[in-house]
């Protein structure tokens, strides 16, 4: 299982005292993606590039994405929350392309190098209310992620 995807359930409300939570402790940069906002793949790369503050050489293209995460630079000792809210609203209508943005995502989050300006830990945190947990959890399961549970 890789720890470094985990899922939370609760209401949008409570993943924004969550991330307010987590970006307090010591060291943590939080960055949030709201799944409503990436329901179309462009929609989807601009609030990508919006919230990780991606340079302007980001393209919106999957390889670009993979290029700019991994040359964004970071306090070496920082730990690193990329936060999706409403996992089952982001790129509905296309798996392959919700497959890809997660493979893209456990890619950065286990096989970062190891360089000046690149965190120490990068977690992803997967965001279902309650009532679409399930949705979320089969969307997961096609795409072949495997998720650690956090209980709150």
Known sequence: MNSAIRMLICSEAEVDLYAYR????PHCIVRIIRGKRCLVLDRCMAEWGAAMQLPYCFEGTWPSLRQSLQDLEWPADATL?????????ILPRVATEFGQLLQTLSDFATNRPSRPGSPA????????????????????????????PIEE
Do not use: K, M, Q
């Open 81 to 89: 929350v990329i936060l999706l809210t409403s996992v089952n609203r």
């Open 121 to 148: 830990n990068v977690e992803v945190v997967l965001h279902a209310e309650p009532r679409y947990a399930e949705d979320a959890g089969r969307r997961l399961a096609n795409a072949s992620v495997s998720f650690a």
């Open 22 to 25: 987590r970006g307090r402790e």
